[in-house]
């Protein structure tokens, strides 16, 4: 099946550094990726809509200027925290978008996750 | 707007028993409907989904779930539950290109 591949895993940073996770569709073409974040025992929040070529759209009560969203190509989509907090600590997890067409047509692929804790 | 909703938060059953997870949705049209599950620390690995066609989805792992529009409802079902079935099972709701809404989660304990 379609692999997203996320980098880093964890990552361990100091307060009022950024940090920048990266996710990359390893076999398929994504126009589309998602990012979610996933505060401990609860449910996964959508953030943002990352197009190629675009401006990402973000939820409402995202904060654009704290997640930056980058999407330069139709393989690799990043988010940076930018000067992360504690509070920022948590699990992101981006998703990918094959298309309508083919193996997994419609259906969203998931990266492994990465956990960002802020000290 | 699109919702989902699992009125669990944590099951219990038992090793060998029968599973069922509930989910209800809210969505203006047609839906795509999916189950998720998580191990702890871990991503997320798609059980089954729904487009369209058969109401009654076959999965990965021997889960199954049917989809009754009249209820908005995409339950998961599982004969005989095994100690490993263990982790928190996400039911969400997407459409065709378009973002995917998770529902808050039900965690499934086993016990022997």
């Known amino acids: 099946g379609a692999v997203v591949s996320q980098h880093p895993s964890w990552v361990i940073c100091k307060s009022g550094t950024s940090v920048k996770i990266e996710c990359r569709s390893l076999?398929?073409?994504?126009?589309?990726m998602f990012w979610y974040r996933q505060f401990p025992k609860q449910s996964l929040m959508l953030m943002a809509t990352?197009?190629?070529?675009?401006?990402?759209?973000?939820e409402q009560g995202v904060e654009k200027d704290k997640f930056l969203i980058n999407h330069a190509s139709l393989t690799l989509s990043t988010l940076t925290v930018t000067s992360a907090h504690p509070e920022d600590s948590s699990f992101y997890i981006c998703?990918?978008?094959?298309?309508?067409?083919?193996?997994?047509?419609?259906?969203?692929?998931f990266g492994e996750g990465s956990r960002l804790t802020v000290l | 707007a699109q919702s989902v909703t699992q009125p669990d938060i944590h099951i219990t059953v038992s090793e060998g028993a029968s599973l069922e997870l509930r989910c209800n949705y809210s969505?203006?049209?047609?839906?795509?409907l999916f189950w998720y599950v998580q191990s702890p620390g871990q991503g997320l690995q798609l059980l089954l989904k729904?487009?369209?066609?058969?109401?009654l989805v076959q999965g990965i792992k021997g889960f199954e779930a049917e989809f009754k529009r009249s209820q908005s409802s995409f339950n998961l079902r599982k004969p005989s539950v095994h100690w490993s079935d263990a982790a928190e099972y996400f039911c969400?709701?997407?459409?065709?290109?378009?973002?995917?809404?998770f529902g808050a989660g039900t965690r499934l304990f086993v016990k022997a």
């Open positions: 998703s990918a978008y094959p298309g309508l067409a083919g193996a997994g047509a419609g259906e969203l692929f």
């Open positions: 729904y487009f369209s066609g058969d109401t």
């Open positions: 076999d398929f073409q994504a126009t589309t």
């Open positions: 969400a709701v997407g459409a065709r290109g378009f973002k995917t809404i």
């Open positions: 990352s197009n190629e070529g675009s401006k990402a759209t973000y």
């Open positions: 969505y203006g049209a047609t839906p795509y």
